[in-house]
T-cell receptor, first 115, second 113 residues
Framework: DGGITQSPKYLFRKEGQNVTLSCEQN?????MYWYRQDPGQGLRLIYY???????QKGDIAEGYSVSREKKESFPLTVTSAQKNPTAFYLC??????????????FGEGSRLTVL | AQKVTQAQTEISVVEKEDVTLDCVYE???????LFWYKQPPSGELVFLIR??????QNEISGRYSWNFQKSTSSFNFTITASQVVDSAVYFC??????????FGIGTKLQVIP
């Protein structure tokens, strides 16, 4: 089945540690995104990539980094610089880039908890 | 700047009741797209519908219907004869182009059997 796979589903981190969340898609989509979801705040865009080897900051990129070396993969690293990393992280993709009318396809999310 | 307001943070209804989820948006773009997504307890958001700014026709899909009114900048979602499986968080979203999507904070719907 085509879709987006995120791993791990749950992750615990000690303060000061970097962690990387995996996102893989087999939909052959050009664009990929990372969102952060917090209670009462909806979804906020962290980073997005419209093409391999290129990505742009979203609204809350500070403390995060990404790479897009392959079309199907868009990993997100939560660095120690992120002051409040405990959240639910969602990866998404869409067919085509640069057009706002495409619907987003989402993974099941990764819940990160900082101890 | 774009903005999406979902004023209802939580709604509870008894099964078989009808329920309407409100969505009000703000944008300066003349061409834009509105979306509704459903987030069940499993976590992944599922696309329900898309409307562009030039198409104000209402849409019905089974028990779901959507009412788009540009005059009031609203894109409301009605579930008829609600079922327990409809329990989820519903997000309204707005895109003015170039994949910059703005989401509302979501409305949590609980359908009580």
């Amino acid at each position: 089945d085509g879709g987006i796979t995120q791993s791990p589903k749950y992750l615990f981190r000690k303060e000061g540690q970097n962690v990387t969340l995996s996102c893989e898609q087999n939909l052959n989509h050009d664009a990929m995104y990372w969102y952060r979801q917090d209670p009462g705040q909806g979804l906020r865009l962290i980073y997005y990539s419209q093409i391999v080897n290129d990505f742009q900051k979203g609204d809350i990129a500070e403390g995060y980094s990404v790479s897009r070396e392959k079309k199907e993969s868009f990993p997100l690293t939560v660095t120690s610089a992120q002051k409040n990393p405990t959240a639910f992280y969602l990866c998404a993709s869409s067919l085509g880039a640069g057009t706002g009318h495409r619907e987003l396809f989402f993974g099941e999310g990764s819940r990160l908890t900082v101890l | 700047a774009q903005k999406v307001t979902q004023a209802q943070t939580e709604i509870s209804v008894v099964e078989k009741e009808d329920v309407t989820l409100d969505c009000v948006y703000e944008t300066r773009d003349t061409t834009y797209y509105l979306f509704w997504y459903k987030q069940p307890p499993s976590g992944e958001l599922v696309f329900l519908i898309r409307r562009n700014s030039f198409d104000e026709q209402n849409e019905i899909s089974g028990r779901y219907s959507w009412n788009f009114q540009k005059s009031t900048s609203s894109f409301n979602f009605t579930i008829t004869a609600s079922q327990v499986v409809d329990s989820a968080v519903y997000f309204c979203a707005l895109s003015g182009g170039y994949q910059k999507v703005t989401f509302g904070i979501g409305t949590k719907l609980q359908v009580i059997p």
